[in-house]
């Protein structure tokens, strides 16, 4: 009868033996005993990738957006380039406008005798240097305002078709009339006196006397007119009629 009873207390000391180790090591329960680590490991894989494929569309647009703000500037600066130019052409124009100048000049004339000459005071108004010299010769041409002095072109159909400075040398072309003044001997020297005189009282040095726009080799039949032409006379030589 001992036989029996020592089986049986070594069976159940075997049967609790197993509970207690199936209590320290449960089974996983609803999942089956399958294994989630994979699973969370996988998420966070995604969620990685879907954070960098933001980035780098972020980084996309900022890249647009960049060269959009680029393409606006250079749009910009293109603009005000052209404004500039623009303004600078316009002041280029605005230089080109010769300036309004007037100045009173010593209009010289001879005396109704032909014997001496005088000056007259002319107030002469034209645009720059070369339209100050124009109206001059223009006012010259049409004859003085007092009665004691006299135009030798009065009478005659002469006119002033154009004034060019040339490096401080006035190119002053008349019509061709000029060219065949009868003026008798003695007064030829006198006129280009009266001429280079006004033409220095508007800042040129001499003046180069032109027919029709072309060189003359000589006017009044006499007088060489190849070469400029600077006054042998003082200007304040000679006296003023109104003095």
Same mark, same amino acid.
């Given at each position: 009868?001992?036989?029996?009873?020592?089986?049986?207390?070594?069976?159940?000391?075997?049967?609790?033996?197993?509970?207690?180790?199936?209590?320290?090591?449960?089974?996983?329960?609803?999942?089956?005993?399958?294994?989630?680590?994979?699973?969370?490991?996988?998420?966070?894989? &995604?969620?990685?990738?879907? %954070?960098?494929?933001?980035?780098?569309?972020?980084?996309?647009?900022?890249?647009?957006?960049?060269?959009?703000?680029?393409?606006?500037?250079?749009?910009?600066?293109?603009?005000?380039?052209?404004?500039?130019?623009?303004?600078?052409?316009? &002041?280029?124009?605005?230089?080109?406008?010769?300036?309004?100048?007037? %100045?009173?000049?010593?209009?010289?004339? @001879?005396?109704?005798?032909?014997?001496?000459? @005088?000056?007259?005071?002319?107030?002469?108004?034209?645009?720059?240097?070369? +339209?100050?010299?124009?109206?001059?010769?223009?006012?010259?041409?049409? +004859?003085?305002?007092?009665?004691?002095?006299?135009?030798?072109?009065?009478?005659?159909?002469?006119?002033?078709?154009?004034?060019?400075?040339?490096?401080?040398?006035?190119?002053?072309?008349?019509? %061709?009339?000029?060219?065949?003044?009868?003026?008798?001997?003695?007064?030829?020297?006198?006129?280009?006196?009266?001429?280079?005189?006004?033409?220095?009282?508007?800042?040129?040095?001499?003046?180069?006397?032109?027919?029709?726009?072309?060189?003359?080799?000589?006017?009044?039949?006499?007088?060489?007119?190849?070469?400029? @032409? &600077?006054?042998?006379?003082?200007?304040?030589? @000679?006296?003023?009629?109104?003095?």
């Amino acid at each position: 009868m001992k036989r029996p009873i020592q089986f049986s207390a070594a069976a159940l000391l075997t049967v609790g033996m197993l509970s207690a180790c199936a209590e320290d090591d449960p089974a996983p329960a609803e999942t089956g005993g399958e294994d989630t680590t994979t699973e969370e490991t996988e998420d966070e894989d &995604t969620d990685d990738d879907e %954070e960098t494929d933001d980035e780098d569309i972020d980084e996309d647009v900022d890249e647009d957006v960049d060269e959009d703000e680029t393409d606006v500037s250079e749009e910009e600066a293109g603009d005000e380039d052209e404004e500039i130019s623009e303004s600078d052409d316009d &002041t280029a124009a605005d230089n080109d406008e010769a300036e309004m100048m007037e %100045e009173d000049f010593e209009l010289v004339f @001879y005396d109704d005798q032909v014997l001496e000459m @005088y000056t007259e005071t002319h107030t002469i108004s034209g645009e720059g240097q070369e +339209g100050l010299l124009m109206s001059a010769l223009e006012q010259w041409l049409a +004859g003085p305002e007092h009665e004691a002095l006299v135009s030798v072109t009065e009478d005659e159909d002469v006119s002033v078709q154009s004034v060019e400075d040339h490096d401080g040398v006035a190119h002053v072309s008349f019509s %061709e009339e000029f060219a065949f003044l009868n003026v008798g001997s003695g007064l030829e020297v006198g006129i280009m006196n009266q001429i280079a005189h006004t033409a220095q009282q508007a800042g040129f040095e001499s003046v180069l006397v032109l027919i029709d726009g072309e060189s003359a080799d000589t006017v009044f039949g006499h007088v060489d007119s190849s070469e400029p @032409y &600077t006054p042998d006379t003082d200007l304040d030589s @000679y006296e003023s009629i109104e003095d």
